[in-house]
């Protein structure tokens, strides 16, 4: 069974036949690190059709089967990607990021139906980008918009540990920013407190890091990797 739920274990052929048919124009993308790239359909689906097609585009969508937000992923998924939370509370920018990274790791096999005809185009530097959450599969789209974002990973500087606690440093916040972004309830303040010890320590576990709370050349790297 796949990680991502997939409309055919929920919706009739009639409902994917509709959803299908609003996968035909070229979606932009704003890609995860903040490049930008223009991602053409590949057998006319796209990240704004895969999103239509496995929940009507609805990132807050929880119907209690087990499959959460607008790419429908497990828990199990969500949490392997690092992510914390459920998939459909977090905002929509992150489950976009989630959606490519879950791509580029494993394939569009994860949706094995509404994910049909999702390739290398779209897994070349841009992202899933999104528009407005819709609140049904007849709802219209809006168009797509993105926005440039840094494009360089912050340098590392030194080790963040709950030393610093009494200083407001820019790598402390960047890297709260970061971590807030990823779905980890962290305040970003640029002080390196036990919460966000606790938090590296969450981000390690679930990563194959040595848990320490101690952010070091490895977790920085793989936090903003």
């Given amino acids: 069974m ?6 055919g274990r929920q919706w009739s052929a009639g409902t994917r036949i509709r959803a299908r048919a609003l996968m035909v124009a070229p979606v932009l993308a704003a890609a995860v690190g903040g490049t930008l790239a223009v991602s053409q359909p590949a057998e006319a689906q796209t990240w704004a ?13 929880n119907t209690g089967n087990g499959y959460f937000g607008s790419y429908q992923f497990s828990a199990s998924t969500w949490h392997s990607l690092g992510y914390s939370g459920l998939p459909h509370q977090a905002p929509p920018a992150v489950q976009d990021e ?18 049909r005809g999702m390739g290398a185009d779209q897994l070349a530097g841009g992202s899933s980008a999104s528009g407005a959450a819709q609140a049904s599969r007849s709802a219209a789209r809006a168009p797509l918009t993105v926005s440039p974002a840094a494009s360089t ?36 303040d640029g002080h390196f407190g036990p919460r966000s010890a606790a938090a ?11 848990v320490d709370g101690i952010v070091g050349p490895a977790t920085w790297h793989a936090t903003f990797g």
Avoid: K
């Avoid at 796949?2 to 409309?7: G, I, K, P």
């Avoid at 494993?106 to 509404?114: A, D, E, L, M, R």
């Avoid at 540990?161 to 305040?187: C, E, F, H, K, N």
């Avoid at 590296?200 to 040595?210: I, P, W």
């Fill in 49 to 61: 059709g895969l999103r239509q097609c496995e929940s009507g585009g609805d990132y807050t969508t």
């Fill in 2 to 7: 796949s990680d991502a739920r997939t409309s």
């Fill in 200 to 210: 590296a320590r969450s981000f390690q576990g679930s990563h194959g890091l040595a």
């Fill in 98 to 115: 989630a959606a490519l990274r879950l791509a580029q790791r494993s394939g569009f096999g994860q949706w094995p139906v509404c994910g």
């Fill in 153 to 188: 990973t912050p340098n590392f500087t030194r080790n963040l540990t709950a030393a610093l606690v009494g200083q407001d440093r820019a790598d402390v916040r960047a890297w709260q920013t970061r971590m807030s972004q990823l779905g980890y309830p962290i305040a970003v």
